[in-house]
């Protein structure tokens, strides 16, 4: 078991944060075999079409970034604004991180935005920075696509195998699904996002959470 992660769970917290025993059973069973998994439906859609609104008005001054260093990355970035803030330190978020993991963790602001992907955008194997990002939090805001997701979809997060302290092979395949939530042990295992096809859109909010000092 990854010393970051609860093995045993203290129902009297997860009662008072409202969240499933099987979901964080789940969960944890998730980010142990594959350093990465899902937290369905705990997104509410008050909270969604907020986020949703503050995205599109963050658009507005979303930069782009495009490169190859230190992998293929293209997509546009934004600040969050107070919607998001306040979600990501809200007691839902607080409440499954300390039903998660075993450490005290803290929002890296500045390691977190709105991520607005296109087609063509992707964003190529990574680990995420260590000390900004311990855990990596992402939500899937808006998810368009014009017609059935084929293999070469963009609306996937592949978990890629270490091989050499390199990526390696696909371990697993994360579907992305709008109101769906994305926790990871990203500076531990390799992740990438292939390019998005004709029609596909995602916007995301990604966030970092570091070991509170
Ligand atoms: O596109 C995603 O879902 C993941 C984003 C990501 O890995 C990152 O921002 O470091």
Not at 96 to 117: N, W
Not at 158 to 184: C, Y
Not at 185 to 210: D, I, K, M, N, Y
Request: hydrophobic share 40%; glycine share 8%; aromatic share 6%.
């Amino acid at each position: 078991m990854n010393p970051l992660l609860h093995s045993s769970f203290n129902q009297t917290l997860i009662n008072e944060y409202g969240i499933g025993l099987s979901v964080c059973e789940q969960l944890v069973s998730e980010l142990d075999s594959v350093g990465f998994g899902v937290l369905r439906g705990v997104v509410n859609a008050e909270t969604l079409a907020s986020l949703s609104l503050e995205a599109a008005e963050q658009r507005n001054s979303a930069k782009l970034v495009s490169g190859a260093i230190p992998c293929a990355h293209s997509a546009r970035l934004s600040k969050l604004g107070s919607r998001g803030f306040d979600f990501l330190t809200s007691h839902l978020v607080e409440g499954f991180l300390k039903a998660l993991f075993r450490e005290p963790l803290v929002l890296s602001e500045d390691a977190s935005c709105y991520t607005y992907y296109g087609p063509d955008d992707c964003l190529g194997p990574h680990l995420d920075n260590p000390v900004q990002c311990r855990i990596t939090i992402i939500i899937y805001i808006d998810v368009k696509s014009l017609c059935l997701r084929g293999p070469e979809t963009g609306l996937q997060l592949r978990i890629l195998e270490m091989s050499d302290g390199n990526p390696g092979p696909v371990r697993a395949v994360l579907p992305t699904v709008q109101g769906e939530i994305v926790v990871g042990l990203g500076s531990e295992h390799w992740h990438e996002r292939p390019p998005l096809q004709v029609g596909e859109h995602v916007t995301a909010l990604t966030a970092c959470f570091s070991h509170r000092a």
